[in-house]
């Protein structure tokens, strides 16, 4: 049973941070990409970071400078360092991890809620 956890969400005040993380289930080897997504009410959910095998990370525009995406090297856990946090950073934060191993599989996270006070 793959299990995706998130932790670290909570309410902060503009201008704050938060740092997120996400446990995943396996090994290190067998994830070839881990993604943090947020999606707040009434909108779709979106890209916010991503981080591939080799380390190739993409952040999202509304994003770019203010968050950083790092993984553990030996364990399947990924973070999310968001500073400068806005009011519109406040969402749902989801963790997606996609597994190959020969053959793809893709798990999201239940979520963690992020809430940035003005």
């Known amino acids: 049973q793959v299990q995706v956890a998130e932790s670290g969400g909570g309410l902060v005040q503009a201008g704050g941070s938060l740092r997120l993380s996400c446990a995943a289930s396996?090994?290190?080897?067998?994830?070839?990409?881990m993604s943090w997504h947020r999606q707040a009410p009434g909108k779709q959910r979106e890209l916010v970071a991503s981080i591939t095998r080799g380390g190739t990370t993409n952040y999202a525009d509304s994003v770019k400078g203010r968050c950083s995406i790092s993984r553990d090297n030996d364990k399947p856990v990924l973070y999310l360092q968001m500073n400068s946090l806005k009011p519109e950073d406040t969402a749902v934060y989801y963790c997606?991890?996609?597994?190959?191993?020969?053959?793809?599989?893709?798990?999201w996270g239940q979520g963690t809620q992020v809430t940035v006070s003005s």
């Open positions: 997606f991890v996609r597994y190959n191993t020969g053959y793809i599989r893709t798990y």
């Open positions: 396996g090994s290190i080897s067998s994830i070839s990409v």
